[in-house]
Each structure stands twice: as C-alpha cells, then as structure tokens.
C-alpha cells in the first residue's frame, strides 16, 4: 500500500479535516449546479491555480493523481461529439475533473488517520445501534489506500501486453487484473487475520 498524501507541505496541511471535507462537499454542490461549460472552465481553471500555488513538484504530483482519468473523458467526449451534444459533454467532464482534482487535492494535503477521525465523529451516534464502527474505518482507509495501487498495477498489465502484443489490451486484461486484486485482497485478509482482525478491539 502506498500513501496518497502529498511529499510537499502546504499551508492546507494545518487546516481541520472536516472542514476541508465539508469545503468539498459543497464545492461539489455548486459545480453540479453549474450549466455553463464557461463556469465549469473558470471552475477548472482555479482549480489547477491551486495545485500549482505549492510549486511544480505538489503540481506535478497531483496532476499524476488524474491521469487514470484519461479513458473517462475521451469516452465521453466522444459519445457527445457522435450525439452532438459537445457543450454538454464539455460540461460533464470538466465538472468530473474539477471534482476528482478537488478530492485529490483534499486527500493531498489530509492525513488517513485525520480522514477516518472524521468518519468516526459522523458515525459515532451510529454505534449505539450495534455498528461497528472499526469495521467500516478499516474499509474507508483500505479502499483510499489501494486504488491507486490497483490502478498502477492495472496500467502496469496494459503496459506488458502492449509489449508483447501488436494490437491493444482491451478486455484481455481484465481477468488477470481480477486476479491481481483478488490476490491483494487474500494478503491483506491473512494480515488481518494475524493481527487479530477485528477482535483486538472487541474486550477494551
């Protein structure tokens, strides 16, 4: 597993993260509400202002971040131009990568255990009612730390085939990829289960 916390720090590393969490999520709000594609390019735009503010190794590196989002934007920039609806598919995938950046951005310059405190204050009156409130932290933290994990792996299977094939990947790689994940998955259930799993909690 890997960390997606930026390796520059920032002035928003200081910052409380549930505000910068409820910061997103109205920014998100008012992205969606917004059907201009000129707004959602201003939006974009002060968007990567941000990412570039820290210097050119915070912008690069979260810029690296977005990359796996290539494939979704040509999709559906493709299916608007065949649709002829361009502005609105200009609309939506602006406001994805606006959106996706600003959540990058968040985890960034957000430590995991900050991100799961939050969650644990949100679900706290939850617990009363019988939910685990471990269970669920420990699945928030595994699925922000292990996609970019799978992506990489993911990129890493289309770069082999790519190497030993003329024509592309496709669907070909999609039962080994399953493969890999689901052999990530049975290292990480041994580790937990050598650890005790989530019965180390259960008698404090």
């Not at 649709?83 to 990058?104: D, K």
Request: charged share 15%.
């Amino acid at each position: 597993m890997i960390s997606l916390t930026s390796p520059v720090r920032t002035r928003a590393h200081d910052w409380p993260a549930g505000a910068k969490l409820l910061a997103l999520c109205v920014v998100s709000v008012v992205l969606f509400a917004l059907p201009y594609w000129q707004a959602q390019l201003v939006a974009a735009i002060a968007v990567l202002v941000l990412y570039a503010l820290p210097g050119q190794i915070f912008l690069r590196f979260g810029l690296r971040r977005l990359w796996p989002l290539w494939p979704f934007v040509v999709l559906l920039m493709a299916w608007h131009l065949i649709t002829g609806a361009p502005r609105e598919g200009a609309v939506i995938v602006l406001r994805m990568l606006s959106a996706v950046a600003l959540a990058n951005l968040v985890t960034m310059t957000t430590t995991l255990d900050a991100m799961m405190g939050v969650v644990n204050r949100i679900l706290r009156p939850f617990a009363s009612l019988g939910v685990n409130l471990r269970k669920i932290e420990l699945a928030a933290a595994m699925v922000i730390r292990f996609t970019p994990v799978l992506t990489e792996k993911g990129a890493a299977l289309t770069m082999a085939w790519r190497a030993r094939a003329r024509h592309r990947a496709g669907w070909r790689v999609i039962l080994p990829f399953l493969v890999l994940a689901l052999d990530d998955a049975d290292h990480v259930a041994d580790a937990l289960r050598a650890r005790g799993g989530f019965g180390m909690d259960e008698n404090k």
